[in-house]
């Protein structure tokens, strides 16, 4: 179990120092997009491959319907994670560092991505309960974040960016030596040695550092299934809290310096993109190929029992206990299904408290309730 937890962590840390130099690469490949555009797009697609990853390997590591369980429980985690922490997370840094009481939420970001993403979580729910894990469900899912990139791009992409943002620029770094950059993994430190970043750096950075993340998702789904054996807790629920959190790492280190620099709207968005290519995209693309190469319509269990899988189903026994006729329409969704509700119902109260009021203390430590009780809720169905 230690062992387990000490690679969780050293993944993690991996995770989050490759990002840094991700956020180097990436601001300065998209230096030509305008603010709003490069949160919900660049930055949600390339911070959150992790999840996609981690999705990947999960389906191709355990198969069927165990493998999506684990990878899907990834991708809800880190949903709720990304809009109800990495928004609170940036107010308060901004709040302590600068003293701001308010930390500004965009209503047109709210309207557009908050009222699409609700739309892909709903759309993802109505798949799940009428068709299952589809082939339909994985390439509508993929046509939704098309047609998200479209509307972006038409919406936001009107207003001309000033000479200063054309211009290459030189990054300063503290002058450490090889052996504590590397302990740090900075990889664009390393590349770059006091020299100018240019495209070709950024994209080298941009590979390198995606290939250590990519390492470090393949290791922590590795570690994520052996913890759930080792401490004999439901492996929906490790990967929902652990594996989650551990891939949002990129996307909170990328809005927090977003907000820093004043860029609320990029900051603010990156966390609704990031959801949208997560459902879209981490739980479509990885669906799609694997119904492909199995030659399937239909993602299924190899399990005749009905048994509990990794949290993947409810027994008929259970259901069959209970007179109540609440718990036995709650009892036959599986916790794949009810997980797609609850993502539903909390997030829809979240986003009318960015859309009607700017966060401050006490509105963040409400949102911040509000995931600890989505967290405790998974908790009591994985048992």
């Given at each position: 179990?230690?062992?387990?937890?000490?690679?969780?962590?050293?993944?993690?840390?991996?995770?989050?120092?490759?990002?840094?130099?991700?956020?180097?690469?990436?601001?300065?490949?998209?230096?030509?997009?305008?603010?709003?555009?490069?949160?919900?797009?660049?930055?949600?697609?390339?911070?959150?491959?992790?999840?996609?990853?981690?999705?990947f390997i999960f389906l191709f590591y355990i198969g069927d319907l165990e493998g999506f369980s684990a990878g899907y429980a990834t991708i809800i985690?880190?949903?709720?994670?990304?809009?109800?922490?990495?928004?609170?997370?940036?107010?308060?840094?901004?709040?302590?560092?600068?003293?701001?009481?308010?930390?500004?939420?965009?209503?047109?970001?709210?309207?557009?991505?908050?009222?699409?993403?609700?739309?892909?979580?709903?759309?993802?729910?109505?798949?799940?309960?009428?068709?299952?894990?589809?082939?339909?469900?994985?390439?509508?899912?993929?046509?939704?974040?098309?047609?998200?990139?479209?509307?972006?791009?038409?919406?936001?992409?009107?207003?001309?960016?000033?000479?200063?943002?054309?211009?290459?620029?030189?990054?300063?770094?503290?002058?450490?030596?090889?052996?504590?950059?590397?302990?740090?993994?900075?990889?664009?430190?390393?590349?770059?040695?006091?020299?100018?970043?240019?495209?070709w750096k950024a994209v080298l950075i941009l590979i390198i550092s995606l290939s250590i993340i990519s390492i470090a998702c393949k290791e922590l789904?590795?570690?994520?299934?052996?913890?759930?054996?080792?401490?004999?807790?439901?492996?929906?629920?490790?990967?929902?809290?652990?594996?989650?959190v551990a891939s949002s790492i990129p996307d909170t280190i990328l809005s927090i310096k977003d907000a820093k620099n004043e860029k609320y709207k990029?900051?603010?968005?990156?966390?609704?993109?990031?959801?949208?290519?997560?459902?879209?995209?981490?739980?479509?693309?990885?669906?799609?190929?694997?119904?492909?190469?199995?030659?399937?319509?239909?993602?299924?269990?190899?399990?005749?029992?009905?048994?509990?899988?990794?949290?993947?189903?409810?027994?008929?026994?259970?259901?069959?206990?209970?007179?109540?006729?609440?718990?036995?329409?709650?009892?036959?969704?599986?916790?794949?299904?009810?997980?797609?509700?609850?993502?539903?119902?909390?997030?829809?109260?979240?986003?009318?408290?960015?859309?009607?009021?700017?966060?401050?203390?006490?509105?963040?430590?409400?949102?911040?309730?509000?995931?600890?009780?989505?967290?405790?809720?998974?908790?009591?169905?994985?048992?």
């Amino acid at each position: 179990m230690i062992i387990s937890l000490i690679i969780i962590i050293i993944c993690s840390y991996l995770i989050w120092k490759s990002s840094a130099s991700f956020d180097i690469a990436s601001s300065y490949l998209t230096r030509n997009l305008n603010e709003g555009i490069k949160g919900p797009t660049i930055n949600a697609i390339a911070s959150s491959l992790p999840e996609l990853l981690i999705s990947f390997i999960f389906l191709f590591y355990i198969g069927d319907l165990e493998g999506f369980s684990a990878g899907y429980a990834t991708i809800i985690g880190s949903s709720i994670f990304n809009i109800a922490i990495i928004p609170t997370i940036s107010f308060f840094i901004i709040f302590y560092k600068k003293g701001k009481p308010l930390f500004p939420t965009d209503k047109d970001i709210i309207a557009q991505d908050g009222f699409f993403l609700i739309i892909t979580e709903i759309i993802l729910l109505i798949g799940l309960f009428l068709g299952g894990i589809s082939i339909y469900l994985a390439s509508t899912l993929i046509i939704l974040y098309c047609i998200y990139i479209l509307i972006v791009f038409k919406k936001r992409n009107k207003k001309s960016l000033s000479k200063s943002s054309k211009n290459s620029h030189r990054i300063k770094f503290d002058d450490h030596s090889i052996i504590k950059k590397i302990l740090n993994v900075n990889v664009a430190s390393l590349i770059l040695n006091k020299s100018k970043l240019n495209t070709w750096k950024a994209v080298l950075i941009l590979i390198i550092s995606l290939s250590i993340i990519s390492i470090a998702c393949k290791e922590l789904v590795v570690s994520s299934e052996n913890l759930s054996k080792q401490l004999n807790i439901n492996l929906f629920f490790i990967t929902f809290l652990i594996a989650a959190v551990a891939s949002s790492i990129p996307d909170t280190i990328l809005s927090i310096k977003d907000a820093k620099n004043e860029k609320y709207k990029d900051a603010f968005s990156n966390a609704y993109g990031s959801n949208i290519f997560d459902i879209c995209i981490g739980i479509g693309l990885p669906v799609l190929i694997y119904l492909i190469i199995n030659d399937q319509t239909l993602l299924t269990t190899n399990n005749t029992n009905n048994e509990i899988l990794y949290g993947a189903s409810v027994t008929a026994e259970a259901i069959s206990t209970h007179s109540n006729p609440f718990f036995t329409f709650f009892a036959s969704f599986d916790i794949v299904l009810f997980s797609a509700l609850l993502l539903v119902i909390f997030s829809i109260p979240i986003s009318l408290i960015y859309w009607f009021k700017d966060l401050n203390y006490k509105r963040s430590l409400i949102i911040i309730s509000l995931y600890f009780c989505f967290i405790g809720i998974v908790y009591y169905l994985s048992l």
